[in-house]
RNA sequence: GGCGCAUUCGUCUAGUGGUUUAGGACAUCGGCCUCUCACGCCGAAAACAGGGGUUCAAUUCCCCUAUGCGCUACCA
């Protein structure tokens, strides 16, 4: 369709941004929140901008590799919304996009380094290190590798390639001076050369590390601005160092808070920190997940609360993005997502419930006709208090099984009475009466009933509800009774006074 | 320990050198509605980390301290 367009008003086109942002997850797990949300605000950014979305696995560790994992950051992007315009299984002009299939590139490029003297081959076994970091510490000093190799002759250079020694490529850092670089949300940061060590671009399994390959991708990639977690502040004066020795123009830099656990720590697995896809598993709707990472750590500059994709797109602009690390706080979630089921229309909050009643044996296949009303009927009941999709399911439980047991607490506060059973028993003769078995009719009956014998509406509604539904709480009672239908109702209130009476 | 980043109600945040008795939202508490539970509505309580400067004036600018977080790997 593009291409058409750009066809007949090609001279009237606006010039595509040059605006290229990507989001780069390791395979190394699910996706988690934190992820989530960096590649929803590089997603708005690029969205914004009318720029360009790269997605670009970083898969150069291969012990942490794991199987499947990529599959994993699709769907979950997916879910959430995030499409990308260029990337694995979408494909693109700078491709491959996948690190371990571009092995090649990260060796020439680390070569190319050694050939200007910007870097050099480290023959240093794990165990040198190891003892070097132990001892460092037993001083008390910065551990920082001692540069041993840098100072290598020539001669001890050729021993080690002829004896066929493991080695790896690290970069000379400049013993002096600092590096400053500009962070779109926190200005000029600063760092002293002196403090930087001589990092490793080439590991010894000839798979770059990750400021090699990021450098490396991200021009080649043509990335105009690196969005990602601010953990990254204190890398990037290498990454600048890096850029400077290939005689590469860096990216704009723009490191985003990251998400906090409830108590302010760092979120992890043992603290709430979950995989986004559990979210999604948990009852809740992408577009209320959407809604809620944009407003952790971004705001519109008013009161809006709840907004849309399209319309946080349309005001989404990195100056609006604070700084300060942001406490994941799921109670707000939990609100913004029933106010998103409330507002849902009810057939499609039935395909969002279908399958999760379809695994709690609460209907089978595909509901249609007659049997389809019923259902949006009930959703029409249990909308306005649920918060999440899971609570549709107890919440329904009592629409498609008679209750097997009654709660506790309802039967000491609405069954005690010695009368109930007659109550109940006296109500049950009045609905049996009834021939149109809706809301209005209910209602007339019961009230009327309460009237003769004196006695208020509650009297009758409490105990009954819970012989009907097992629960002292839910709908409104009358309408409760509609959708259930005339047979289930006295066959239920028959089943309560049984149980009451034993 | 070193280096770096951050710091407004419990949480997410708005805000400006004087217009602020610092605004909104969630949560909390109280009330209304009501057949219960929710929803909704009304109301309450709740914050500029501390100390120095700069200034006629600082929550807003600077410095220090404290606290939190991050990095300090042949992990990203």
């Not at 609460?362 to 649920?386: H, P, V």
Request: hydrophobic share 35%.
């Amino acid at each position: 369709m593009r291409c058409v367009f750009n066809h007949h008003f090609k001279m009237t086109v606006p010039p595509m941004s040059e605006i290229r942002v990507r989001f780069a997850p390791s395979p190394t797990g699910y996706l988690h929140i934190g992820n989530a949300r960096s590649a929803l605000f590089a997603w708005l950014f690029a969205r914004a901008n009318k720029g360009t979305f790269i997605l670009r696995i970083e898969d150069t560790d291969r012990k942490r590799y794991v199987q499947g994992a990529e599959q994993v950051i699709y769907e979950s992007l997916r879910w959430l919304g995030l499409d990308w315009d260029e990337g694995p299984e979408v494909g693109g002009d700078y491709g491959p996009y996948v690190q371990s299939q571009r092995t090649d590139i990260y060796r020439q490029a680390a070569e190319a380094l050694i050939e200007s003297g910007h870097a050099y081959r480290c023959y240093c076994t794990p165990e040198r290190l190891a003892a070097l970091r132990e001892e460092q510490q037993r001083r008390k000093e910065n551990s920082q590798y001692d540069r041993h190799c840098r100072h290598l002759t020539e001669e001890e250079r050729a021993v080690y390639e002829q004896a066929g020694k493991p080695s790896v490529v690290r970069f000379k850092t400049p013993l002096e001076g600092a590096t400053t670089f500009h962070d779109y949300l926190r200005g000029d940061v600063t760092f002293e050369n002196a403090g930087l060590d001589d990092l490793v671009l080439l590991k010894s399994d000839g798979y770059p590390t990750y400021h090699l390959a990021n450098v490396v991708d991200d021009h080649r990639m043509k990335i105009t601005h690196v969005l990602r977690a601010d953990e990254w502040i204190s890398s990037t004066p290498r990454h600048v160092l890096l850029y400077r020795a290939f005689g590469w123009e860096p990216p704009k830099f723009v490191h985003l808070p990251m998400i906090l656990s409830p108590d302010g720590g760092k979120l992890s697995k043992r603290r709430g920190a979950v995989s986004l896809l559990e979210y999604r598993d948990r009852g809740y709707l992408p577009e209320a997940v959407f809604n809620f990472l944009a407003l952790l750590g971004w705001s519109p500059g008013d009161d809006r609360e709840k907004m849309s994709v399209e319309e946080i797109v349309s005001v989404f602009t990195l100056d609006r993005m604070s700084p300060k690390g942001a406490a994941f706080d799921e109670t707000k979630l939990e609100w913004l997502n029933g106010q998103y089921i409330h507002e849902l229309s009810t057939e499609d909050l039935l395909n969002r419930v279908a399958p999760l009643w379809r695994d709690a044996g609460f209907i089978e296949g595909d509901e249609m006709g007659a049997e389809r009303d019923r259902l949006l009927s009930i959703l029409t009941l249990l909308k306005e208090r649920a918060r999440r999709l899971t609570d549709f399911v107890e919440g329904a439980r009592y629409f498609f099984e008679d209750p097997q047991e009654y709660e506790e607490k309802g039967r000491r506060k609405h069954w005690k009475k010695p009368d109930v059973g007659e109550r109940l028993n006296a109500l049950k003769d009045r609905l049996e009466t009834l021939d149109v078995f809706n809301e209005e009719h209910l209602e007339t009956a019961l009230r009327g009933l309460a009237e003769e014998r004196g006695i208020s509406a509650a009297k009758l509604i409490h105990p009954a509800r819970l012989a009907i539904s097992g629960r002292s709480f839910g709908p409104g009672f009358f309408e409760m009774m509609e959708v259930l239908g005339k047979e289930t109702v006295l066959r239920r209130l028959d089943r309560a006074m049984r149980v009451l009476i034993s």
